[in-house]
């Protein structure tokens, strides 16, 4: 579990918020698709074409475009953003160690 823990902690922020949101705090991915759209929405009001490092782009908005089709973008992005978060977990909790692990803070050895 510490393994786990520490790999967590040295995460990319972006793999980080999304498994601390569904798996530790319970946050269901509807709820992570609608701050993705909330995401594309502000950038297309900004006139900037929105891209996360999903590497699943947005398309230019334009009047025709709805809802729905928005929405499938976003939960593309999401289903993505959580495979490489757990892929990248996975890659280092199961990889073998050829060096300790770094040894823990103050805060968590205390524990």
């Known amino acids: 579990m510490d393994q786990v823990v520490h790999v ?54 334009s009047a025709m475009e709805d809802a729905i089709a928005r929405r499938r973008r976003a939960r593309a992005r999401v289903d993505k953003l959580l495979q490489r978060a757990r892929d990248w977990v996975r890659a280092r909790v199961m990889a073998p160690r050829t060096t300790p692990p770094p040894p823990l803070n103050d805060d968590e050895a205390s524990r």
């Not at 967590?8 to 793999?15: D, G, K, V």
């Not at 509807?30 to 891209?51: C, F, I, K, P, T």
């Open 8 to 61: 967590l902690h040295t995460a990319p922020p972006r793999y980080r918020e999304v498994l601390v949101a569904v798996y530790l705090e319970g946050t269901p991915i509807d709820m992570l698709v609608d701050r993705e759209v909330a995401r594309e929405s502000s950038a297309a009001m900004n006139g900037q074409s929105y891209v996360d490092d999903t590497s699943v782009r947005a398309r230019e908005t």
